[in-house]
């Protein structure tokens, strides 16, 4: 599978992930929470799977997951659990890319 594949799917499951550990807490807009955590998580896995940076991927997981996390930490001051989750996810991510992605073909 292609690493943009494999980031795209992690990008799903790490977003559905996210979506269900917020459904218990409630929100003033919850559909408006779930939709952004979602995307951002999304977001995550997507940037993961196109990026082609001379790095290891564990690196670069680490890097997306908390260039993307720290906006919504800033607005919400839910530092740690959207930090920590967003790092945790975008390491993960970054290693099943690295570990898995094959590489594209040269244009």
Do not use: C, Y
């Not at 929100?27 to 799977?49: H, S, V």
């Amino acid at each position: 599978m292609s690493r943009f594949a494999i980031g795209i799917v992690g990008g799903v499951i790490f977003g559905a992930v996210a979506v269900l550990s917020m459904l218990p807490m409630e929100f003033a807009d919850k559909r408006a929470a779930l939709t952004a955590a979602f995307l951002n998580r999304f977001a995550i896995g997507f940037a993961i799977g196109a990026a082609q940076l001379p790095w290891p991927g564990w690196l670069v997981g680490l890097t997306f997951g908390l260039l993307l996390s720290v906006p919504e930490a800033i607005i919400t001051k839910a530092w740690v659990p959207i930090i920590g989750m967003g790092v945790f996810g975008g390491v993960v991510i970054g290693l099943a890319v690295s570990h898995w992605g094959l590489a594209r073909a040269a244009a």
